[in-house]
C-alpha cells in the first residue's frame, strides 16, 4: 500500500485548534436552523456524549478550509443516539453568485446512490423476488456467456486482449460487493476500460437498459468472484431492480424508499422551483477548472443506480438513522434488521485482490491492508489498528466523486453526513473528518 497522500492546504492548524470565536459572513453560518425533513436535535452536544469544546476544532477547521480555499462551502451534520448533535453550514452554496451556504442546499451525491440502489435490491430479495445468490443473466439474459479480458502486451508495445469463458457466473452478490468482474471506463493503458470510453458506457442519454446492452458486448476486467473492482456494477444493479419490480429505478425509489422515509428532498434530480437551493462547486486544481458536475435540476434521461442522485444533508441523515435503527425509521420499516446486518458485514473472501489502480482510494480501500472489506453497498471496517485513520470495527462508509461522504458507526451508535462539492478536497476531507469527529467523542 503506498504512503497516504492526501494532504490538507494550509497551515490553519492554529486556528482549527483554537476553534475560532467568529467567522466572516458566509464562512459558517446556521448551526442553530432546524434540519429539514425533521430530526430530532440534542439539547447540547454533551446530552449524545459528545464534546462542544472539542466540536469547536472542528468547526473552526471547516471555516478555515473555506478560507484557504480548499471547499467552497459544505453542510456537515452528526447524528449520536439517535439525536442530531451537530449541525453546521460553512462557506457558499453558489460560489459564482456569491450565495452562502444553507442548511436545506442540494447536493450531486454521485455515489453515495449505490447504498440507496442496494436498499431496493435487497427489499425485493425479501419479497421473494430475487436472491442475492442467483447469476445476474438470470435477469439480465445479455449478460450469459459473458467472457473475461485478458491483456496481453504486444512485442510493438502495444497492448491487446484475448477473451477466455467465465470459470464461474457472475451473481447479484458480486454486483453488491463489486466483484462482478466490471469496471469503470478510463481513458489509457488498459484496452478493456479504453473500450468502455470508446463504447459511450454510461452516457447520460442511455436508458439502464441500454447501458446492460453496451456492458455486455464487453470483456470482463477480471474472472467473477475473484477481484474488488470498482466499478458500473450498482448500475446493472438499478436494471435488475427495473427488470423485477416493473417499475422504472427512479419510480421504485421515490414510492419505496425515499417517500416511506419523507426525505423529500432526495431523489435523480430537483424540480426547477428548487433550483436556489443547488450546490454548486468552485474552480479547483493546479489549473483552476471549475468541475463538471450537473446543475441538481438536471434531470438527465440515465437513471444511474450508481451516482445518478440529489439529496441534502438532512435528508442522508435520516437514512443514516434508518440504517443505525435496523431497517427502520419513525415507525416506518422497510427490511429488516438481519437484512441490514447482512449488508453491512464483510462480504469479500479472505485474501480478495483489489484492483489494480483500485490503491487510489488509499486508507479507504477495502483491502485487508487497511483492515476493511466491502459489503452491500458499503465499504466496512473488518479490524482495528490497520487503518491510519480513527473509527471502530463494523464501521461503514461510502462517499460519492464530487465530495460528499458518509459513514455510520455501529458501536457508538453515530452517524457523520457531509455534503459538498469539491472533487478536489474530497479525499483529504475524509480524512479530516474521521480524525476530528471521534476526537470530539467524550463519553
Same mark, same amino acid.
Given at each position: 500500500?503506498?504512503?497516504?497522500?492526501?494532504? =490538507?492546504?494550509?497551515?490553519?492548524?492554529?486556528?482549527?485548534?483554537?476553534?475560532?470565536?467568529?467567522?466572516?459572513?458566509?464562512?459558517?453560518?446556521?448551526?442553530?436552523?432546524?434540519?429539514?425533513? %425533521?430530526?430530532?436535535?440534542?439539547?447540547?452536544?454533551?446530552?449524545?456524549?459528545?464534546? !462542544?469544546?472539542? =466540536?469547536?476544532?472542528?468547526?473552526?477547521?471547516?471555516?478555515?478550509?473555506?478560507?484557504?480555499?480548499?471547499?467552497?462551502?459544505?453542510?456537515?451534520?452528526?447524528?449520536?443516539?439517535?439525536?442530531?448533535?451537530?449541525?453546521?453550514?460553512?462557506?457558499?452554496?453558489?460560489?459564482?453568485? #456569491?450565495?452562502?451556504?444553507?442548511?436545506?442546499?442540494?447536493?450531486? $451525491?454521485?455515489?453515495?446512490?449505490?447504498?440507496?440502489?442496494?436498499?431496493?435490491?435487497?427489499? =425485493?430479495?425479501?419479497? #421473494?423476488?430475487?436472491?442475492?445468490?442467483?447469476?445476474?443473466?438470470?435477469?439480465?439474459?445479455?449478460?450469459?456467456? =459473458?467472457?473475461? &479480458?485478458?491483456?496481453?502486451?504486444?512485442?510493438?508495445?502495444?497492448? !491487446?486482449?484475448?477473451?477466455?469463458?467465465?470459470?464461474?457466473?457472475?451473481?447479484?452478490?458480486?454486483?453488491?460487493?463489486?466483484? +462482478?468482474?466490471?469496471?469503470?471506463?478510463?481513458?489509457?493503458?488498459?484496452? $478493456?476500460?479504453?473500450? @468502455?470510453?470508446?463504447?459511450?458506457?454510461?452516457?447520460?442519454?442511455?436508458?439502464?437498459?441500454?447501458?446492460?446492452?453496451?456492458?455486455?458486448?464487453?470483456?470482463?476486467?477480471?474472472?467473477?468472484?475473484?477481484?474488488?473492482?470498482?466499478?458500473?456494477?450498482?448500475?446493472?444493479?438499478?436494471?435488475?431492480?427495473?427488470?423485477?419490480?416493473?417499475?422504472?429505478?427512479?419510480?421504485?425509489?421515490?414510492?419505496?424508499?425515499?417517500?416511506?422515509?419523507?426525505?423529500?428532498?432526495?431523489?435523480?434530480?430537483?424540480?426547477? !422551483?428548487?433550483?436556489?437551493?443547488?450546490?454548486?462547486?468552485?474552480?479547483?486544481?493546479?489549473?483552476?477548472?471549475?468541475?463538471?458536475?450537473?446543475?441538481?435540476?438536471?434531470?438527465?434521461?440515465?437513471?444511474? /443506480? /450508481?451516482?445518478?442522485?440529489?439529496?441534502?444533508?438532512?435528508?442522508?441523515?435520516?437514512?443514516?438513522?434508518?440504517?443505525?435503527?435496523? %431497517?427502520?425509521?419513525? /415507525?416506518?420499516?422497510?427490511?429488516?434488521?438481519?437484512?441490514?446486518?447482512?449488508?453491512?458485514?464483510?462480504?469479500?473472501?479472505? &485474501?480478495?485482490?483489489?484492483?489494480?489502480?483500485?490503491?487510489?482510494?488509499?486508507?479507504?480501500?477495502? !483491502?485487508?491492508?487497511? /483492515?476493511? %472489506?466491502?459489503?452491500?453497498? @458499503?465499504?466496512?471496517?473488518?479490524?482495528?489498528?490497520?487503518?491510519?485513520?480513527?473509527?471502530?470495527?463494523?464501521?461503514?462508509?461510502?462517499?460519492?466523486?464530487?465530495?460528499?461522504?458518509?459513514? $455510520?458507526?455501529?458501536?457508538?451508535?453515530?452517524?457523520?453526513?457531509?455534503?459538498?462539492? +469539491?472533487?478536489?478536497?474530497?479525499?483529504?476531507?475524509?480524512?479530516?473528518?474521521?480524525?476530528?469527529?471521534?476526537?470530539?467523542?467524550?463519553?
Amino acid at each position: 500500500m503506498k504512503r497516504i497522500t492526501a494532504t =490538507l492546504a494550509g497551515s490553519a492548524l492554529i486556528c482549527a485548534l483554537t476553534a475560532c470565536a467568529s467567522a466572516p459572513a458566509g464562512m459558517t453560518g446556521r448551526g442553530a436552523a432546524p434540519l429539514a425533513a %425533521g430530526g430530532v436535535k440534542a439539547a447540547t452536544p454533551e446530552e449524545v456524549g459528545l464534546s !462542544s469544546a472539542r =466540536l469547536a476544532r472542528l468547526t473552526g477547521r471547516m471555516q478555515q478550509g473555506v478560507a484557504n480555499g480548499e471547499l467552497p462551502g459544505a453542510v456537515l451534520v452528526i447524528g449520536r443516539h439517535g439525536k442530531i448533535a451537530y449541525q453546521e453550514t460553512f462557506g457558499l452554496r453558489d460560489p459564482q453568485a #456569491g450565495a452562502s451556504m444553507t442548511p436545506d442546499a442540494i447536493f450531486r $451525491i454521485a455515489s453515495m446512490s449505490k447504498p440507496i440502489t442496494s436498499l431496493a435490491i435487497m427489499m =425485493l430479495a425479501e419479497e #421473494g423476488r430475487l436472491s442475492i445468490a442467483d447469476p445476474a443473466s438470470k435477469y439480465l439474459p445479455e449478460f450469459a456467456g =459473458l467472457k473475461v &479480458g485478458v491483456v496481453k502486451p504486444g512485442a510493438d508495445g502495444k497492448a !491487446s486482449v484475448v477473451t477466455e469463458a467465465a470459470r464461474n457466473p457472475m451473481t447479484v452478490q458480486d454486483l453488491l460487493r463489486h466483484t +462482478s468482474g466490471l469496471t469503470y471506463g478510463s481513458a489509457g493503458a488498459n484496452p $478493456i476500460k479504453q473500450a @468502455y470510453v470508446d463504447a459511450k458506457v454510461g452516457d447520460r442519454n442511455d436508458s439502464n437498459a441500454v447501458l446492460v446492452t453496451k456492458l455486455s458486448k464487453l470483456p470482463l476486467v477480471y474472472q467473477p468472484g475473484t477481484t474488488w473492482e470498482y466499478s458500473l456494477s450498482t448500475d446493472v444493479l438499478g436494471r435488475i431492480v427495473e427488470v423485477v419490480s416493473g417499475q422504472s429505478l427512479d419510480r421504485f425509489v421515490a414510492e419505496r424508499i425515499t417517500g416511506p422515509l419523507k426525505m423529500r428532498d432526495t431523489g435523480y434530480s430537483a424540480p426547477m !422551483s428548487n433550483a436556489a437551493r443547488g450546490a454548486r462547486p468552485h474552480a479547483e486544481g493546479p489549473k483552476k477548472v471549475v468541475p463538471n458536475i450537473p446543475v441538481v435540476t438536471d434531470d438527465l434521461p440515465f437513471k444511474s /443506480g /450508481g451516482g445518478g442522485m440529489v439529496s441534502t444533508a438532512a435528508d442522508y441523515a435520516r437514512f443514516c438513522q434508518f440504517m443505525l435503527n435496523g %431497517g427502520e425509521l419513525d /415507525g416506518v420499516r422497510l427490511v429488516s434488521r438481519k437484512t441490514i446486518e447482512l449488508m453491512t458485514a464483510n462480504h469479500l473472501p479472505p &485474501g480478495t485482490p483489489i484492483g489494480a489502480d483500485m490503491y487510489r482510494f488509499e486508507a479507504l480501500a477495502p !483491502s485487508a491492508d487497511m /483492515g476493511q %472489506g466491502f459489503g452491500l453497498g @458499503y465499504a466496512v471496517r473488518t479490524d482495528t489498528g490497520r487503518n491510519p485513520l480513527p473509527g471502530s470495527s463494523g464501521d461503514y462508509f461510502w462517499g460519492g466523486a464530487f465530495g460528499t461522504f458518509f459513514w $455510520i458507526d455501529p458501536q457508538e451508535n453515530m452517524y457523520v453526513v457531509l455534503m459538498m462539492q +469539491s472533487p478536489q478536497a474530497r479525499l483529504p476531507y475524509r480524512y479530516l473528518l474521521r480524525q476530528m469527529v471521534y476526537q470530539a467523542v467524550d463519553k
